[in-house]
């Protein structure tokens, strides 16, 4: 195994940047298929690979600096690392408590182990709203990098040194049983960066965090339904300062509306209407989504017959256009008559055939007398 840095020709505190323009250009240089008939190309492409594949991996370049060809599983260490981690350092890890120093300060936050950011939030609108869409802006608190220290976490003009407990990795092994399998996870010293805070950011005391609250639009289509669910994409938290936010994901509440009820894309409501207009047909004023209409009556309405009138209803999400709204007619009994209104039913009964009598007085108590008397 030869050393990766001396292989692409550059500095050992070359930037990924310098290592992967060198390696490009390397590579051009001795590929196979640019020198046919130079044996010597083969063997020279395959160790610019190697090397690359050390140098543009963080974790193993890391781990080559510190632990030479044998940290990445290319020294013949026998017995010694290779295992499913390419032979990443062994940290033992007992002595640290996962929930230690970083735990508090992001559990302050709200942040748990293992949380990837997302956040819910419920977000109410009104019946109308709903039907036809709307912009609103909510206000919320999220935990965003802490721009005084830009996340690292130390105050202004310290320095960090690198964490001893995953050796500047950010991960460490798990080693569990006698089994040869370990399990890898962040490091909990260091939070995953690698780095040690000495002199902590007052601001967000270490944690690279801080709850800001924010306002942001978000754009309700039409037609949503209550209960339904949109996505943010990374208005959620931040769980690290080095990684995109979770998303923000909204629970629609649509408030009930005095007059209409939901069915599908169709609005429902009920109406009174005179018996007159019942039997005789007319005109009503009735309320729709976009104001004050008018639906015509046909003659011989019976009650609880449903009348529909076209495109007043919900905002078709899928196909377009509007749904129905669906007038469900309620006929009106007249209770307090005059007596030649009186008069004039009786007589309708009369001509319609209908024999009318007294209404029955009889009560539940008489009917009880009647039964043993
Ligand atoms: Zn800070
Ligand atoms: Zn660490």
């Given amino acids: 195994m030869r050393d990766p840095y001396e292989v692409l020709g550059v500095d050992r505190s070359a930037t990924q940047d310098e290592i992967k323009s060198a390696f490009r250009r390397l590579a051009a240089q001795h590929h196979p298929d640019r020198n046919p008939g130079d044996d010597g190309a083969h063997q020279r492409f395959k160790d610019l690979n190697a090397a690359y594949q050390v140098l543009s991996d963080p ?8 632990f030479g060809p044998a940290g990445v599983g290319m020294g013949a260490t026998p017995g010694g690392p290779g295992g499913p981690f390419g032979g990443m350092p062994f940290v033992d890890v007992s002595d640290i408590n996962i929930d230690g120093i970083f735990g508090d300060l992001l559990g302050a936050l709200g942040i748990k182990t293992g949380d990837r950011g997302s956040l819910q939030k419920e977000i109410k609108i009104s019946f109308e709203e709903a039907a036809f869409g709307c912009t609103k802006e ?3 608190e999220r935990v965003e990098p802490c721009l005084d220290c830009g996340g690292i976490g130390a105050a202004k003009g310290s320095a960090t040194e690198r964490c001893t407990a995953c050796a ?3 991960r460490v092994r798990l080693q569990q049983g006698v089994l040869p399998i ?39 289509p039409p037609g949503i339904e209550n209960g339904a669910s949109r996505i943010v994409e990374r208005a959620g938290n931040c769980t690290r300062a080095d990684r995109a936010p979770g998303d923000l994901e909204l629970t629609i509440r649509v408030s009930p509306h005095e007059v209409f009820r939901r069915v599908g894309d169709d609005v429902v409501c009920s109406m009174p209407v005179s018996f007159p207009v019942a039997a005789l047909g007319g005109e009503i004023e009735i309320p729709t989504l976009d104001g004050n209409g008018r639906l015509r009556i046909p003659a011989g309405t019976q009650p609880g017959a449903v009348l529909r009138v076209k495109g007043k209803g919900i905002v078709r999400r899928v196909m377009g256009g509007r749904g129905d709204q669906l007038v469900e007619i309620i006929v009106e009994v ?12 009786t007589r309708l009964a009369e001509e319609l055939g209908e024999e009318v009598k007294e209404p029955q007085e009889a009560t539940f108590m008489d009917k009880l007398k009647n039964l043993f008397g």
């Fill in 138 to 140: 909510i206000t919320y």
């Fill in 334 to 345: 007249p209770t307090r008559l005059s007596s030649s209104q009186k008069e004039l039913i």
């Fill in 59 to 66: 974790q193993k370049r890391a781990a080559f600096d510190r």
């Fill in 182 to 220: 370990a399990i890898e996870r962040p490091c909990a010293r260091c939070r995953g960066t690698g780095r040690i805070v000495l002199d902590p950011c007052k601001t967000c005391r270490g944690a690279g965090l801080v709850a800001k609250s924010r306002t942001i639009e978000v754009t309700i």
């Fill in 168 to 170: 500047g990795r950010g």
